[in-house]
């Protein structure tokens, strides 16, 4: 069988059978050609590529330019170029030979000056194949909780392999259940890139969400056509973001504050409640603090894998080390009830849980503040003993803002709204408000600065002259 390369730019007339398809090479040899190649190939060992690896990269180029005979290389287009890696992916090929083939061709076109590098999405085949997991990993993961659609289990077991949290997991699968049930159509299987845009209209229009929340809706069900149904390109129509502005925080006077905290019961809340206001904390990041994560000699508290993936230190309030050591005792005693139990473990992520493995019953592994009984993993199946719930921490809260008589809306991301406020009103500049707070950008945390303007003191009712 014949087939032509253009390379370079001459036409080269190459014989293949099977054999030299798979090997790359042809019963014939252009002089020319080959004195391209072996230039080309001196630079890939120029800037590192090694010298065994070198071969194999000529030979990941052929295989795309077998895909198009007759055209130059510098005539492909991205879409070429997208068709030969949803080819290599269907292959069932290692990862680390997609990423070689990927990485092959990425340089083969900058050599070139191809116009078609610029239209490939590099980044996300990298993610694809460096972040799938190996099929002892794959096991570990199907044991745990999965829905019962194939596809969104396909989608599931997708995100978990990218670590995504859990409350991500199921905001992403509520998302998608919520398009497919608004496009009425037979179920996941049958959602496609049409139902997106009705769906987020719908969600502005008729629900009217914020623009964060559209914003999530549009994430959740990208990733669901990529991951779940395997589409290599999706394309979503035009959609009319969410106009609603961003408002400004309800901030509580430190009077207030103290009223609030002062209503919190149990044994763990009054601390919780605490370490919202006073260090500045999420609800969600103070119900994952592990005992490991109070350094009681250093004052302060690590906070990680936050929002965005992100960590940062935070100060320890001097006025709750004692509240906080009294914590760290009554963990240890639910943690020596545990073992007696035959438990002992605490959930951890998923590639720390296979890392550490045993390591997971220490107590420095323990949440601050457990749940009171202990439930199934939906990682892995295992009885384990997670944090409190964040919903049994925002009752707590809005009975403490009933008990303390508030007139304003509160909940306990009002505390970390509060926190923010005094710092400045007390002379703290913004870029350590930023730090703080974890925020990655100051144009996030300039929200607060209405309290600097102060408008209520320096402006004067014209009613008052009456």
């Not at 992916?89 to 070689?100: K, V």
Request: hydrophobic residues 45%.
């Amino acid at each position: 069988m014949l087939h032509i390369a253009f390379v370079m730019g001459p036409i080269v007339w190459v014989r293949m059978d099977a054999a030299s398809f798979d090997s790359g090479v042809g019963d014939v040899v252009d002089p020319v050609l080959e004195r391209w190649w072996d230039a080309y190939l001196k630079s890939l060992r120029a800037k590192g590529v090694g010298p065994k690896q070198v071969p194999w990269y000529r030979r990941r180029v052929e295989q795309l330019l077998r895909r198009h005979p007759g055209c130059r290389a510098r005539d492909l287009t991205s879409d070429d170029i997208l068709a030969h890696f949803v080819a290599l992916d269907g292959l069932g090929l290692p990862d680390w030979q997609c990423l070689q083939g990927l990485d092959a061709v990425w340089r083969f076109g900058r050599y070139l000056g191809a116009a078609w590098v610029e239209g490939v999405d590099w980044a996300m085949w990298r993610q694809r194949w460096a972040g799938r997991p190996r099929a002892e990993e794959l096991a570990r993961l199907e044991q745990g909780v999965l829905p019962d659609d194939v596809v969104l289990r396909r989608f599931v077991l997708s995100m978990r392999a990218r670590r995504c949290s859990l409350r991500t997991e199921k905001a992403y699968l509520a998302w998608v259940r919520r398009c497919v049930q608004h496009a009425g159509i037979v179920g996941p299987v049958a959602l496609q890139s049409v139902h997106v845009a009705p769906f987020l209209e719908h969600l502005v229009g008729v629900r009217l969400v914020s623009a964060s929340t559209q914003r999530q809706a549009l994430n959740a069900l990208v990733a669901f056509l990529k991951e779940g149904q395997l589409l290599a390109e999706v394309t979503i129509d035009a959609v009319r973001p969410s106009q609603r502005p961003r408002q400004v925080p309800t901030v509580l006077s430190v009077a207030e504050v103290r009223a609030v905290l002062a209503q919190l019961r149990g044994p763990s809340m009054p601390l919780i409640g605490a370490l919202l206001y006073g260090a500045g904390l999420r609800v969600s990041e103070v119900v994952r603090l592990r005992v490991k994560d109070v350094d009681l000699a250093g004052r302060q508290l690590l906070i990680y894998d936050a929002k965005g993936g992100r960590s940062r230190r935070v100060p320890l309030p001097e006025s709750q080390r004692e509240a906080v050591q009294a914590q760290i005792k009554r963990v240890e005693l639910m943690r020596a009830d545990d073992l007696a139990a035959g438990l002992g473990c605490a959930s951890l992520p998923a590639g720390l849980a296979l890392k550490l493995g045993s390591a997971a019953s220490q107590l420095c592994w323990w949440y601050l503040f457990p749940a009171s009984r202990p439930a199934l993993d939906p990682r892995d199946g295992q009885l384990k003993r997670h944090h409190c719930h964040v919903t049994a921490v925002q009752r707590s809260m809005r009975d403490a803002c009933r008990g303390a008589s508030l007139t304003k809306r509160a909940g306990c991301h009002t505390l970390r709204h509060s926190f923010a406020t005094h710092l400045l009103q007390d002379g703290y500049d913004i870029r350590t408000v930023q730090e703080l707070l974890g925020h990655q950008d100051v144009t996030t945390t300039m929200i607060y600065t209405h309290v600097l303007n102060r408008p209520g003191v320096t402006v004067r009712s014209p009613l008052d002259n009456l």
